[in-house]
């Protein structure tokens, strides 16, 4: 018979062997297990600027995962674009990451367009002015000069072109905008004014989301045209913002191929809003690349006309987080914090190009959000279609984008 001591020692000794080889995994809890799991879930997450493309990293597919994003998506190549195309980068006052990204990667970006200023109509009866340039206090020149020095570095020009948006106005006040020669002069002095003691390159105008009726569509490019032309004339850049031609359902938009032709002679480039196909009212992808094709070709459905290149096709660098109680937008790092925490398996639709995932959080979620697959077939897509693009904007996306 075996003594006591010696079964207890044998047993200690088995014990042992057993922990050191993994048997005794069954000892730990789930969330002790979870906890081991997670820890080596995230390898090696980087960030700043590398010497590797995304191409070159194999990060640009559309089988997507989750901890590639949540790994990868801060590191990036400072690198001007080869492109000829025009590439114009929006940046808002309340996404501030944008200002970074123009600062780091102003070369690839022909043009930038911070989203600083309104022109609102003035309604005082004292006053013989009939509107005001707000949002002047945004404006900061150090930044653009960041922005300027760092596409030089790479030997390249960027353009510097903030938006202006009409807003506020009534039908009465367009109106008298189209009866009044007197007040279009008016108005394309006061911005070129307004260029020259900002040191802008030119402006963006965003007008066509603010009208208020569509009575208004047919006239307004005898509004545009003689502003653009003053402004073009002294030598300075001139962009339409115009909505895409066609929505959801075949629904005809507010600007049409008439209005583009009778401007396209008077302005630079046309800034094509060609997302928000879907809505938190009708869930769905952000943009279908079918989509935007039509978009472009509802306009100028010649391949082979110079108009092409003017045309700016917008890309989307936000997503949109469906859900049965509406949902939300769903920007850059609110994504790689939904990825990080939920671990989804993202899919990609081949109809509309992009990808997709579902999660579970106060019910069921579907987040369409852009990939590098996603956006480099719409640089594609443009590349055939012969025309720019224009990106809303680079604070919303990541840093890889």
């Not at 760092?150 to 807003?167: C, D, G, L, M, Q």
């Amino acid at each position: 018979m075996v003594p006591k001591e010696e079964w207890i020692f044998f047993l200690h000794q088995l014990f042992m062997v057993l922990l050191i080889t993994g048997y005794c995994d069954c000892t730990l809890s789930k969330s002790s297990k979870k906890v081991k799991k997670e820890q080596h879930e995230i390898i090696n997450e980087v960030s700043g600027p590398l010497k590797e493309s995304v191409a070159e990293r194999e990060l640009v597919t559309d089988a997507l995962k989750w901890k590639d994003v949540v790994e990868q998506h801060k590191g990036y190549l400072p690198a001007a674009s080869s492109s000829k195309a025009a590439t114009l980068a929006y940046v808002t006052p309340w996404n501030n990451r944008g200002y970074d990204i123009a600062k780091w990667q102003g070369g690839r970006f022909s043009h930038v367009s911070p989203v600083w200023l309104q022109l609102k109509p003035l309604r005082d009866q004292n006053t013989e002015s009939r509107w005001q340039v707000t949002g002047l206090q945004d404006v900061d020149q150090g930044w653009l000069t960041q922005v300027r020095n760092s596409a030089r570095k790479v030997a390249r020009t960027t353009k510097i072109v903030p938006r202006i948006i009409f807003e506020g106005w009534g039908a009465g006040e367009f109106q008298a905008l189209v009866e009044s020669a007197a007040l279009r002069r008016q108005l394309a002095q006061d911005l070129l004014s307004l260029i020259q003691s900002e040191q802008f390159d030119g402006l963006v105008l965003e007008v066509w989301s603010q009208l208020p009726t569509r009575s208004l569509l047919g006239s307004m490019p005898s509004v545009i045209a003689p502003v653009a032309d003053t402004l073009r004339a002294a030598g300075y850049i001139v962009i339409l913002v115009i909505p895409p031609a066609v929505y959801q359902g075949k629904t005809e938009g507010f600007f049409l191929a008439e209005q583009f032709q009778a401007l396209a002679p008077h302005v630079d480039f046309f800034s094509l809003m060609s997302y928000d196909y879907s809505s938190l009212q009708n869930p769905g992808p952000n943009s279908p690349l079918w989509w935007m094709k039509e978009c472009v070709e509802k306009i100028e459905p010649d391949q082979d006309s110079p108009n092409r290149a003017k045309i700016l096709l917008g890309l989307n660098l936000y997503g949109i987080d469906h859900s049965s109680t509406g949902g939300g937008h769903v920007l850059g790092q609110q994504y790689v914090e939904i990825l990080r925490k939920h671990k989804p398996k993202i899919q990609y639709d081949d109809i509309s190009a992009e990808h997709f995932f579902e999660y579970t959080s106060d019910g069921r979620r579907t987040v369409f959000y852009p990939s590098l697959y996603s956006l480099q077939q719409r640089v594609l897509l443009a590349k055939n279609l012969n025309t720019g693009i224009s990106l809303w904007e680079i604070g919303q996306g990541l840093d890889y984008f």
